[in-house]
């Protein structure tokens, strides 16, 4: 309950969640390919191999299918593409990027 409580009641006006969709887009987009492009040499029965590949899955279907028909499909479609963004930003820091 207490994760819920700090939901808001509303979500943004539908202008301001297009907006900030198609600013997700893009980097989203980048970091899929650079993700892509690094697993290619890796072993196939590697586990960070398997789970670059199923967020890049994951990342082409939700690009491909969009925002959904109304509102607030739109707005959960924005928080999901934004979690994307940042598990590809990640897993490219980690694992593209090694320190």
Sequence with gaps: MELTNGLPA???ERAEVDRLTGYLRGPVELLAAELAAATEGWAADS???ETARWLLIR????LDEGQG????TAAVYMEDLALTC???ATL???LVRPP
Excluded at 59 to 62: G, I, M, V
């Design 92 to 94: 490219c820091h980690q």
């Design 59 to 62: 990342t082409r279907k939700a």
């Design 69 to 72: 028909p109304n509102h607030r």
């Design 10 to 12: 509303t979500v943004p």
């Design 47 to 49: 586990s960070d191999r």
């Design 86 to 88: 940042r598990a590809l």
